[in-house]
Nanobody, 117 residues
Framework: QVQLVESGGGLVQAGGSLRLSCAAS????????MGWYRQAPGKQREPVAS???????NYADFVKGRFTISRDNAKNMVYLQMDSLNPEDTAVYYC???????????WGQGTQVIVSS
């Protein structure tokens, strides 16, 4: 098992930037996919971005060109650089690690992002 701890959330004005960090309690080298989801008030949790062990990333359409996901396997860290934030990005952001055998996802406790207009 792995424990994930997110940090870096906060209050920012529209147009601003934040960098979220996800610290893993053990090596993330074996987790082929890691990424971020978010959940806004009254809405379902939705995928934001994911990154494979080789470094290639996938993004939801609503963050393409604004968010960048990265991972540092040596430091057991995953990051989400968020630029050009808008109020619709307000949500709790969750980091996850996807294990393949057996298949299951591990989740952090989330970090709150609030974007004011």
């Amino acid at each position: 098992q792995v424990q994930l701890v997110e940090s870096g959330g906060g209050l920012v004005q529209a147009g601003g930037s934040l960098r979220l960090s996800c610290a893993a309690s053990r090596s993330i080298f074996g987790y082929n996919v890691m990424g971020w989801y978010r959940q806004a008030p009254g809405k379902q949790r939705e995928p934001v971005a994911s990154i494979f062990s080789g470094g290639s990333g996938n993004y939801a359409d609503f963050v393409k060109g604004r968010f960048t996901i990265s991972r540092d396997n040596a430091k057991n860290m995953v990051y989400l650089q968020m630029d050009s934030l808008n109020p619709e990005d307000t949500a709790v952001y969750y980091c996850y690690a996807r294990d393949a055998n057996p298949p299951r996802d591990y989740w952090g406790q989330g970090t709150q992002v609030i974007v004011s207009s």
